[in-house]
């Protein structure tokens, strides 16, 4: 099993851009979701899944959007980017709700100048 | 308020024991957890507790919980230089809407100096 990955691990935009982060997992995992990790401020939920066809949002949602066609794949997108979005992004995953292990990609860091 | 509190640094030497204290706010949590985070790496999970447990004991590890207090911590036996890492208390609060989605702390910067 690869478990969670993460493309890209870097990533730099101007503002105003577009892009996806992708994540995917090979556990057949129903709850996926996605976190930003900023100094000092430990990690927050941006949005998350508890199965195909099923998003929901975080605690910081705003400027991103997911969908969830597949169990596996869970893409993240910036809309326009901004520099208050430059961060370390990170996807998990877990068996069936997120009170089970979760299960953490590597994180892409991504820069908005 | 929904912070769950970490000391952000804790310094200690090789061998010695390491405590990490975290204070939580839903005393109605089921799970309180520590992940790890090595540099430049995702978090892995090191260990749980119910709630309705004082201690549970893993190897190096003991974690205690005071539901009376709302406090957790993680006590490391022997602490080596590779337990340096950031730790992270998470919580799964049962309020309305949150899902069971954890809420992480800020995480304790661990270093062992040699």
């Known amino acids: 099993n690869a478990g969670v990955t993460q493309t890209p691990k870097f990533q730099v935009l101007k503002t105003g851009q577009s892009m996806t982060l992708q994540c995917a997992q090979d556990m057949n995992h129903e709850y996926m979701s996605w976190y930003r990790q900023d100094p000092g401020m430990g990690l927050r939920l941006i949005h998350y899944?508890?199965?195909?066809?099923?998003?929901d949002q975080g605690e910081v949602p705003n400027g991103y959007n997911v969908s969830r066609s597949t169990t596996e794949d869970f893409p993240l997108r910036l809309l326009s980017a901004a520099p208050s979005q430059t961060s370390v992004y990170f996807c998990?995953?877990?068996?069936?709700?997120?009170?089970?292990?979760?299960?953490f990609g590597p994180g892409t860091r991504l820069t908005v100048t | 308020g929904e912070d769950v509190e970490q000391s952000l640094f804790l310094s200690v030497r090789e061998g010695d024991s390491s405590v990490i204290n975290c204070t939580y706010t839903?005393?109605?949590?089921?799970?309180l957890y520590w992940y790890k985070q090595e540099p430049g790496a995702g978090l892995q999970l090191l260990t749980y507790?119910?709630?309705?447990?004082d201690m549970k004991q893993d190897q190096r590890l003991t974690v205690l919980l005071n539901k009376k207090d709302k406090h957790l911590s993680l006590r490391i036996a022997d602490t080596q230089t590779g337990d340096s890492a950031i730790y992270f208390c998470?919580?799964?609060?049962?309020?309305?809407?949150?899902?069971?989605?954890?809420?992480f702390g800020k995480g304790t910067k661990l270093s062992v100096k040699p």
């Open positions: 998470a919580e799964t609060p049962n309020y309305g809407g949150s899902q069971g989605n954890l809420i």
């Open positions: 839903d005393s109605s949590s089921t799970y």
């Open positions: 507790i119910f709630s309705n447990m």
């Open positions: 899944s508890v199965g195909a066809g099923i998003t």
């Open positions: 998990a995953s877990s068996y069936s709700n997120p009170r089970h292990e979760q299960y």
